[in-house]
């Protein structure tokens, strides 16, 4: 079953059961966050442990998106390190 995400504004399809991070990847979207130097991150170890895929959705901030599983209806927003 697809479920749709908004990310930044934007809609973006997935697959029910996908977590955020794979439901950006297959949207062709490497990184969604910055450093405080403005290096871009994404996904880096996929489990949990780096914290570099962390987002903010449905309001709740600092969510590591390769460990949640996105849901139909889910608003992402993108953060740098200043918003943490």
């Known amino acids: 079953m697809s479920i749709e995400i908004t990310v ?38 996929g489990i949990g442990a780096c914290f570099d895929c962390l987002l903010t959705v449905n309001g709740v901030p600092d969510v590591r998106a390769c460990r949640r599983r996105a849901a139909d209806g889910d608003e992402i927003r993108t953060q740098s390190r200043e918003d943490a």
């Open 8 to 45: 930044d504004g934007e809609r973006v399809r997935g697959v029910e059961g996908q977590t955020v991070a794979a439901v950006l990847l297959a949207a062709g979207r490497r990184s969604w966050r910055t450093t405080r130097s403005g290096a871009p991150r994404g996904v880096f170890c």
